[in-house]
């Protein structure tokens, strides 16, 4: 069975700064991982997803994440938030190589101060 | 990229009612769909699996007999919440799996049961 942990429901960042949203996974097999982003009343978009290829992935509106097997994490990064990144981000894990069977992490709030 | 809808996008029922949500793909023929429920501030959860022209696949805990799913054409699933009470007002979310494997959402429906 997979499983995601994001760690810190709430991350509030400056308009300009870091973000870092925190994603770990736990997986008998090599997974397959997800970064959705849900903007309020919305349904889920994809930001982007690791699929055992590079480890450094680069997904929409300036995010990334980075895949690091030794400490099983999957870190959503953008090196400066802007106030639309706003939103609601899931860390999803899937093990059969597609999106068909996706267990969810628990969601992050991120907002942005001005 | 994929677009998939859902309709209505809000709906507000009386208790003991019957209420019919559509998901439809709009440029892709999708073979499985999927219906998530979303409780405010939370993850979503699966609900259940649907492959055109055969029987939905219920998760653990959900009444497929409250739940009742129909998969008819390979650009529709219906989800109909029979006999709707305050407890199932949710926002539930569609999603419909392509030739890729890829999971594309829809905008989700707001169901408010008084």
């Known amino acids: 069975a997979q499983s995601v942990t994001q760690l810190g429901s709430h991350v509030s960042v400056s308009e300009g700064a870091l973000v870092l949203l925190r994603c770990n996974y736990s997986s008998s097999v090599p997974p397959y991982l997800f970064w959705y982003v849900q903007y309020p009343n919305q349904g889920l978009q994809l930001l982007l997803k690791y699929t055992s290829a590079a480890t450094l992935v680069k997904g929409i509106n300036g995010f990334e994440a980075e895949f690091k097997k030794s400490e099983t994490s999957f870190h959503l990064t953008k090196p400066s938030a802007h106030m639309s990144d706003a939103a609601e981000y899931f860390c999803a894990v899937s093990l059969s190589g597609s999106a068909r069977q996706l267990t969810f992490g628990s969601g992050t709030q991120l907002t942005v101060l001005p | 990229g994929a677009v998939v809808s859902q309709h209505p996008s809000r709906v507000i029922c009386k208790s003991g009612t019957s209420v019919k949500i559509e998901c439809r793909s709009l440029d892709f023929q999708a073979t499985t769909m999927f219906w998530y429920r979303q409780f405010p501030k939370q993850s979503l959860m699966l609900m259940a699996t649907s492959n055109e022209g055969s029987k939905a696949t219920y998760e653990q805990g959900v009444e497929k007999d409250k739940f009742l799913i129909n998969h008819a054409s390979l650009t529709l699933s219906t989800l109909t919440v029979t006999s709707a009470h305050p407890e199932d007002s949710s926002f539930y979310i569609c999603?419909?799996?392509?030739?890729?494997?890829?999971?594309?959402f829809g905008p989700g429906t707001r169901l408010t049961v008084l």
């Open positions: 999603s419909a799996s392509g030739p890729l494997n890829e999971q594309f």
